[in-house]
């Protein structure tokens, strides 16, 4: 399944993460957990990051079509489709690819305003979940709803496997975060509770 | 900060006992207007001959009365909101960039932005917005005696392109069936070329006329929106209604007593969804519009769902489309349901606004191009010493190139 399309394009980053305007939420644009990658030129390097936030800006033009409440189903296509709505993801950067090489840790640089962001399809979901290194930056990650989102992410990583690796894959998963937070069982119990559902 | 607040205070408190005090004189003056009104609500004919006089004073003392004359709908009446109808609704508004002598060079901008909205379709509306203008050559900024261009000029190019969007797109969602779309505007019907020469003023209301005969003929129902409209033209009817016949001269005209209300004041009495009686404006200059039936007739609408706050548009449409009383019916119906959208205002006039509109943003994009490319050209681009001074004062960035 080939999902790469263009979701949006880079609004401020940094090395650890970064903000991505995009026009609408569509049905296949990604969601919470979702791996997402951005191609830096000239450098020739792919940043890999994971969707922490999906915010919805205030609009006092859609506030004054609720208060009216007389709203018409081509009001909410216009309002949907044709205004620049102000969605904003949020993204944590975790990996890299330089020459061929994956690296679960933070890029040598950010991402530049603009840059498009790619939703990664699932032979890069697999090639980048062959290792849970990158496990370790998210729990590490100030501000962001760390367990849920590795819930997230690791179901959807799940989903990317064939159907008689899956299991194994989450077994994996399971036995990376239990060296992780072996110091914090009752949060370890509450993530593993989870992926297993 | 240096606008010395303390010492606007006591003056907004005198303010507020004035406008009390306006109260009371404007209630006096709207009960004798509202008496008037239910008086002479059919007398249409006596009406008629006062402004046939009104007309004949102006002509012979060259003075400008404008004010509205009745058609054949009692003026006292108050029209009920007919049941909507699913009608296309095409929306166009315009915005400029004016030329400017302190920037760093002449030039002019029109944007147009407008928005096709089918009701009753489940289709997304289609915004259409029309490649910008960028004016530039000296036989567009200067008058032969090579002074810049009044606003007014680039106003009345800005209102021939919103009128020409309009006439484009409009044949191309007449329904097959002959259904009708409404063509919308904010502003008035009849173009402004007050501030231009007078040979000006033919060529574009000549080309003006000529676009909404193109709508006319193309079955759109050209219609122009006014937001809380303060025009007198139904006050200037009820003061020749005061006056005797033959006391409707240059005087009489000149003093209005009415002159504290505005026509909105008269039709507060209207309900939710209701409209006014159709009056036709008088004005000088109205001959090449009336020649081509396309002369201006306005009522007013209350398109306010709420009973006890009233909120007041006036609705101006051409001669040839009073004519219609289902067209006007379905005309009534579609602008209330437009403006119950949006809180009270169309809601396709609010979203032409937005794709028309120039932000400040945008502006200094265009004049950081503007400036990229005249350095490319070897011309150093530069602001007026008053306008860097006033940038550098109100902490607004200049050209650092």
Request: proline letters at 6%; charged letters at 20%; one cysteine or more.
């Amino acid at each position: 399944m080939s999902t790469e399309f263009i979701v949006g394009w880079v609004l401020r980053a940094s090395t650890v993460g970064f903000a991505v305007g995009c026009r609408v939420i569509q049905p296949n644009t990604p969601h919470f957990g979702d791996l997402v990658k951005v191609h830096l030129e000239p450098e020739a390097i792919d940043l890999f990051g994971i969707i922490y936030n999906v915010e919805v800006h205030d609009d006092p033009a859609v506030r004054q079509l609720i208060l009216t409440g007389e709203i018409e189903p081509e009001v909410i296509l216009d309002q949907r489709q044709n205004r620049l709505v102000p969605i904003e993801l949020s993204v944590l950067v975790v990996g890299y690819q330089q020459q061929g090489q994956l690296v679960q840790g933070l890029p040598p640089q950010p991402p530049l305003s603009l840059n498009a962001i790619m939703i990664c399809d699932d032979v890069e979901i697999r090639r980048f979940t062959e290792s849970f290194d990158y496990l370790r930056l998210m729990l590490n990650a100030p501000q962001v709803p760390v367990d849920e989102l590795i819930i997230a992410n690791l179901q959807r990583a799940a989903l990317a496997q064939s159907e008689n690796q899956r299991y194994g894959f989450l077994v994996g998963a399971g036995k990376a975060l239990a060296r992780l937070l072996h110091t914090d069982l009752v949060r370890l119990e509450g993530i593993l509770k989870r992926i297993k559902n | 900060m240096t606008l010395a607040l303390n010492e606007i205070s006591p003056q907004v408190r005198a303010m507020g006992s004035s406008l009390q005090g306006h109260l009371a004189r404007r209630d006096e003056a709207k009960a004798t207007i509202l008496a008037l009104l239910q008086e002479y609500s059919t007398a249409y004919s006596n009406l008629n001959d006062r402004v046939a006089r009104a007309a004949q004073v102006q002509q012979q003392q060259r003075f400008d009365w404008v004010g509205a004359a009745p058609t054949n709908e009692p003026l006292a009446e108050a029209i009920p909101l007919p049941p909507p109808c699913d009608i296309t609704v095409i929306a166009s508004d315009g915005s400029q960039i004016l030329p400017d002598q302190h920037a760093i060079t002449l030039y002019y901008l029109i944007n147009v932005g407008s928005i096709i909205y089918q009701h009753g379709s489940g289709l997304k509306p289609v915004t259409h917005t029309p490649k910008p203008v960028l004016c530039y050559e000296p036989d567009d900024l200067l008058d032969k005696q090579g002074r810049i261009i009044p606003t007014g000029e680039v106003n009345v190019r800005r209102d021939l392109a919103e009128l020409q969007v309009l006439a484009d797109l409009a044949p191309q969602y007449i329904k097959p069936d002959g259904k009708s779309v409404i063509a919308l505007m904010d502003g008035q019907l009849n173009l402004r070329v007050i501030d231009l020469s007078y040979q000006r003023q033919q060529e574009c209301q000549r080309a003006y006329i000529e676009l909404l005969n193109q709508l006319r003929d193309s079955g759109a129902l050209i219609t122009a929106y006014i937001d809380r409209p303060r025009s007198t033209f139904v006050i200037s009817l009820m003061q020749l209604a005061s006056l005797d016949l033959k006391a409707i001269n240059e005087s009489s005209l000149r003093h209005n007593p009415f002159r504290h209300l505005t026509d909105i004041d008269i039709f507060e009495f209207l309900g939710p969804g209701e409209r006014s009686a159709m009056f036709s404006l008088k004005a000088k200059g109205m001959e090449s519009y009336s020649q081509a039936r396309q002369a201006t007739h306005f009522f007013y609408l209350n398109v306010s769902p709420n009973p006890t706050w009233s909120v007041l548009a006036r609705i101006e449409i051409p001669a040839w489309l009073v004519a219609h009383p289902a067209l006007v019916e379905t005309l009534h119906a579609t602008l209330v349901r437009q403006a119950r959208l949006a809180g009270n205002y169309p809601y396709v006039l609010a979203r032409a606004h937005e794709l028309a509109i120039i932000s400040p943003e945008e502006r200094q994009a265009v004049e950081m191009m503007l400036a990229i490319e005249m350095r490319r050209h070897g011309i150093l681009p530069h602001l007026s010493a008053k306008q860097s001074n006033k940038n550098l004062l109100t902490g607004r960035e200049t050209f650092r190139l």
